[in-house]
């Protein structure tokens, strides 16, 4: 993608990210990533969280088990952050810095779409990274817990008393986005893991994403529902979209819903030069 102001083609960088485990951040980017292969864009991706690597992992499995059953599918490229030499850096640089702006340089040469998964805290990295997004996808648990992590809310769930920690870290990358002369990030929520039962709930939850998203600005899209065969995909590596390459001839219907979710949710962030077409 051309961009005007540092006169070059550049990668467009989708961070995937909020600072709490257990929202399906990994088994989002994997989709998000290999759905963007298989429609012919180049991708590479970054996992930040250096302990547990989830993304890396699945990454990892994608190419042992087509390795070992001899096929080739349209796959995200993956790198390590690379290591930086302290010696290398000036008094006061920070050495995570360094090692994610390599990265994506490195990555920006051969990638159309950058794909970084962040980690369930708060890090340097992740600031980092935050502020180099130009989509931000924040999945999100259907549920009240899930939504402090954005805004804090009265007993009744119902008014908003104000912005919460992660908020203010992405306003921050605003900041620093606009005093670069960046485009602003696109920001879009995803209401992910949504459940049948607990109506109301349910219903105090849209109408107070509704009301923060105007407030402080960000997009609200569906995720995914929860179903068990995000959990069987991840030891093969494979994705929705890989099953019938990989011999499956009738999806179930709980298959097929899952893969019109992610369809939608491609739609839905409106990624540059992206025709949706799976």
């Keep these: 993608m051309w961009d005007g102001q540092r006169g070059k083609v550049v990668a467009h960088i989708i961070v995937v990210g909020n600072e709490k ?14 759905a963007l292969a298989r429609m ?12 547990q690597k989830s993304l ?8 042992a088990y087509l390795e070992k059953n001899g096929v080739d599918l349209p796959s995200p490229s993956y790198m390590d952050l690379p290591e930086v030499d302290q010696s290398e850096l000036a008094p006061g640089e920070n050495v995570n810095d360094h090692r994610l702006s390599r990265a994506v340089a490195e990555l920006e040469k051969t990638s159309d779409f950058i794909v970084i998964d ?8 992740a600031q980092v990274a935050h502020s180099l997004a130009d989509t931000l996808v924040t999945p ?30 992405v306003w921050s990358a605003r900041q620093l986005r606009a005093q670069a002369g960046l485009a602003p990030i696109d920001w879009v929520v995803l209401r992910n893991r949504m459940g049948a039962q607990q109506m109301v709930n349910k219903a105090k939850m849209e109408k107070a994403i509704d009301r923060l998203s105007k407030r402080i600005g960000f997009r609200v899209a569906p995720g995914f529902s929860e179903r068990v065969i ?15 390459d990989m011999g499956v001839k009738q999806l179930n219907i709980s298959n097929v819903a899952a893969r019109q979710e992610l369809r939608d949710l491609i739609k839905a962030l409106k990624l540059p030069d992206v025709d949706v077409k799976f």
């Design 21 to 34: 485990g257990g929202a399906g951040k990994s088994t989002m980017s994997m989709h998000i990533a290999t």
């Design 40 to 51: 012919g864009h180049r991708v590479g991706t970054l996992d930040l969280d250096v302990r």
């Design 56 to 63: 890396g992992r699945y990454l990892d499995n994608r190419k």
């Design 118 to 125: 962040c980690p369930g805290s708060h890090t340097r990295l």
């Design 140 to 169: 999100l648990n259907d549920s009240f817990v899930d939504f402090d992590l954005l805004a804090r809310v009265d007993s009744d769930g119902e008014k908003i008393l104000g912005p919460s920690v992660y908020s203010e870290m």
């Design 230 to 244: 995000f959990r069987e995909l991840f030891p093969r590596g494979l994705t929705l979209l890989d099953l019938k």
